[in-house]
T-cell receptor, first 111, second 113 residues
Framework: GENVEQHPSTLSVQEGDSAVIKCTYS??????FPWYKQELGKRPQLIIDIRSNVGEKKDQRIAVTLNKTAKHFSLHITETQPEDSAVYFC??????????FGAGTRLFVKA | EAQVTQNPRYLITVTGKKLTVTCSQNMNHEYMSWYRQDPGLGLRQIYYSMNVEVTDKGDVPEGYKVSRKEKRNFPLILESPSPNQTSLYFC????????????FGPGTRLTVL
């Protein structure tokens, strides 16, 4: 079945630095790749998503890139701020109804 | 206010005592789903529903049941809970299918003793 691997599991950066989180997926039919942010004690919330007909998408300080050939997609956060500290989940969906999430990356931004 | 609600938010129960976690959304979403979140395992899909009376298994359906009799409600039923079902549970909803933004409920922390 579909599998999504996410790395690293923990990431610590200095405020102002960039952070990159990487995911790989196994099902070549996957065509929708969302990223969710979960702050401590809160629910996951979508921060950005990308579909398979697009290679890159940006929204202010965050961007997502997709390499369909290699089955990789990555989240890039620039100019990190303390409020970016959270757990980030990548996910893959095959255009149907099943969504497979990665195990999550805990990001610490040190002031 | 557009939202997904879950009840209860916290529950401690004992092995074998049937329980139901309710989920309701007011956004007229067709798609609803249940996930469990465990440390180091991320979010794993239990069941999903494409519309009223249409449900299917996710990756970890064993020990759970669901029903979708109305569009807004999608309860999760544990007929005979066991300690390995101790977890944080999230309900989510989205427009037509799972390949759209999912809106999550606040979560239900379940402990089975």
């Amino acid at each position: 079945g579909e599998n999504v691997e996410q790395h690293p599991s923990t990431l610590s950066v200095q405020e102002g630095d960039s952070a990159v989180i990487k995911c790989t997926y196994s099902d070549s039919a996957s065509n929708y790749f969302p990223w969710y942010k979960q702050e401590l004690g809160k629910r996951p919330q979508l921060i950005i998503d990308i579909r398979s007909n697009v290679g890159e998408k940006k929204d202010q300080r965050i961007a997502v890139t997709l390499n369909k050939t290699a089955k990789h997609f990555s989240l890039h956060i620039t100019e990190t701020q303390p409020e970016d500290s959270a757990v980030y989940f990548c996910a893959a969906n095959t255009g149907g109804f099943k969504t497979i999430f990665g195990a999550g990356t805990r990001l610490f931004v040190k002031a | 206010e557009a939202q997904v609600t879950q009840n209860p938010r916290y529950l401690i129960t004992v092995t074998g005592k049937k329980l139901t976690v309710t989920c309701s959304q007011n956004m007229n979403h067709e798609y609803m789903s249940w996930y469990r979140q465990d440390p180091g395992l991320g979010l794993r899909q239990i069941y999903y529903s494409m519309n009223v009376e249409v449900t299917d298994k996710g990756d970890v359906p064993e020990g759970y049941k669901v029903s979708r009799k109305e569009k807004r409600n999608f309860p999760l039923i544990l007929e005979s809970p066991s300690p390995n079902q101790t977890s944080l549970y999230f309900c989510a909803s989205s427009w037509s299918t799972g390949d759209n933004e999912q809106f999550f409920g606040p979560g239900t922390r379940l402990t089975v003793l």
